[in-house]
């Protein structure tokens, strides 16, 4: 979340607040502050903070390779991913045919196609948001940013969008072209560029 978006959800329970408080109280005057609660710190936002842009705004600074991530992956995403991301019990890391990808027509137009990163995430910068917030399941935001940089590309690598020498950063990830991209249409209300971000 945005500070702007915490600063707009504080004032509305702020306003919530003062109209129960009227409600219960009509004869006395409204405290303009109730002196509970404290504002959060630089760096308790900063740790919440952490959303990734489809253009890649927001990645830290950083890096990893195929390589580095293959042990990474062995050691804390293989026992629920399997070997390879294709195996059990949670199966959806790596495309699992050779043509099992959106261009021309792939097996995702098929309900039963198994969705994978490979053939229906949209953005490459994804990966990286949603392993460093959600995974492992067990200890989510454990990850250094250069061990996500390390499993994200590790990922792509299987899915055969990036060399295996590649070295993925804040600058080679937004430029992985994902082959489901075009599936997607932006959001008419506003992309990221509405919400300026520091
Ligand atoms: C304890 C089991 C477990 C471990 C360990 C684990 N995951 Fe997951 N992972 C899951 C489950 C369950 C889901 C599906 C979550 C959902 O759909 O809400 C998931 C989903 C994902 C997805 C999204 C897949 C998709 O297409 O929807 C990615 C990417 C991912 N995990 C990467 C990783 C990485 C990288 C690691 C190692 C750091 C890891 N996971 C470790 C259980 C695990």
Redesign the pocket.
């Known amino acids: 979340m945005t500070s702007a978006r915490l600063a707009v959800a504080v004032a509305m329970c702020a306003i919530g607040s003062s109209l129960t408080a009227a409600r219960q109280a009509p004869q006395s005057k409204t405290p303009e502050r109730f002196g509970i609660g404290r504002a959060a710190t630089p760096e308790e936002i900063a740790a919440w903070d952490i959303d990734v842009r489809p253009d890649g705004v927001g990645l830290p600074p950083g890096s990893g390779t195929p390589g580095d991530?293959t042990t990474?992956?062995a050691?804390?995403?293989?026992?629920?991913?399997g070997k390879t991301?294709r195996e059990g019990?949670?199966d959806?890391?790596v495309g699992r045919l050779p043509n099992d990808t959106l261009v021309g027509g792939g097996p995702i137009e098929r309900l039963d196609s198994v969705?994978?990163?490979k053939n229906?995430?949209p953005y490459s910068t994804t990966?990286f948001d949603?392993?460093r917030r959600?995974?492992?399941?067990?200890a989510p935001g454990s990850?250094k940013d250069n061990?996500?940089y390390a499993?994200?590309a590790?990922?792509l690598y299987l899915n055969d969008l990036v060399s295996l020498d590649a070295t993925v950063d804040a600058t080679s990830l937004p430029k992985v072209k994902m082959p489901a991209r075009d599936r997607f249409v932006p959001d008419p209300r506003g992309g990221p560029k509405s919400v300026p971000k520091k």
């Open positions: 991530g990474i992956y050691a804390k995403c293989s026992g629920c991913h991301g019990p949670n959806r890391l969705r994978t990163i229906f995430w990966v949603y392993i959600a995974m492992p399941p067990d990850l061990e996500v499993l994200t590790y990922l």
